[in-house]
């Protein structure tokens, strides 16, 4: 499969993190016009420094409205200020940190937060999704799993929500494992 986000993303300069928040962040554009402005720009700064008409020629006008409109560096500047202070990372994929997996998915976030340590490239990782509403049984053998998994070094992943998730990251926790809510 081909990523909708286009191959080869090089970091351009230390400025890159807020160019990409900026294009993270705009209202109205999703991934599928990031990939088609990607595509055309090659980096999300000469996207940002795009002329009207250039815009014009590749997306719908409301698409095109919401990019100028939030044009607004200084703003994308105290958001990334704001994450710093509560010691939380955006990484793009630009940056050698962005996980490496995440590039097989179609369409791969163009920005992660991360609070903590990312899981190990080389590790073997395991993602748990289940039910919220789920049965006694049903998150003890989560937990139960996950524990034994995790004393193997297995890094399980999964969404922080009620229930088998949750079971999820105790069983991680109690086998003393690494663990990851997304």
């Given at each position: 499969?081909?990523?909708?986000?286009?191959?080869?993303?090089?970091?351009?300069?230390?400025?890159?993190?807020?160019?990409?928040?900026?294009?993270?962040?705009?209202?109205?554009?999703?991934?599928?016009?990031?990939?088609?402005?990607?595509?055309?720009?090659?980096?999300?700064?000469?996207?940002?420094?795009?002329?009207?008409?250039?815009?014009?020629?590749?997306?719908?006008?409301?698409?095109?409205?919401?990019?100028?409109?939030?044009?607004d560096l200084d703003?994308?500047?105290?958001?990334?200020?704001?994450?710093?202070?509560?010691?939380?990372?955006?990484?793009?994929?630009?940056?050698?940190?962005?996980?490496?997996?995440?590039?097989?998915?179609?369409?791969?976030?163009?920005?992660?937060?991360?609070k903590g340590q990312?899981?190990?490239?080389?590790?073997?990782?395991?993602?748990?999704?289940?039910?919220?509403?789920?049965?006694?049984?049903?998150?003890?053998?989560?937990?139960?799993?996950?524990?034994?998994?995790?004393?193997?070094?297995?890094?399980?992943?999964?969404?922080?929500?009620?229930?088998?998730?949750?079971?999820?990251?105790?069983?991680?926790?109690?086998?003393?494992?690494?663990?990851?809510?997304?």
């Amino acid at each position: 499969q081909k990523s909708i986000l286009g191959e080869g993303i090089k970091m351009e300069n230390k400025n890159d993190v807020m160019y990409w928040k900026w294009l993270e962040s705009i209202p109205k554009v999703g991934r599928k016009t990031i990939a088609v402005l990607l595509e055309y720009f090659n980096t999300p700064h000469n996207i940002y420094d795009a002329k009207e008409t250039e815009l014009q020629s590749l997306l719908k006008k409301d698409k095109v409205d919401s990019i100028l409109r939030h044009k607004d560096l200084d703003v994308i500047g105290r958001e990334l200020e704001e994450l710093k202070i509560r010691n939380i990372k955006f990484i793009t994929p630009s940056q050698k940190e962005y996980p490496k997996r995440l590039f097989h998915l179609v369409d791969y976030p163009i920005g992660i937060y991360v609070k903590g340590q990312l899981p190990k490239e080389e590790g073997i990782s395991l993602a748990v999704v289940g039910a919220r509403n789920a049965s006694y049984y049903g998150k003890e053998m989560a937990r139960l799993f996950c524990r034994e998994l995790a004393k193997k070094k297995v890094q399980v992943i999964s969404g922080l929500a009620f229930g088998v998730d949750a079971s999820a990251h105790q069983g991680a926790l109690e086998g003393e494992g690494y663990t990851l809510g997304v």
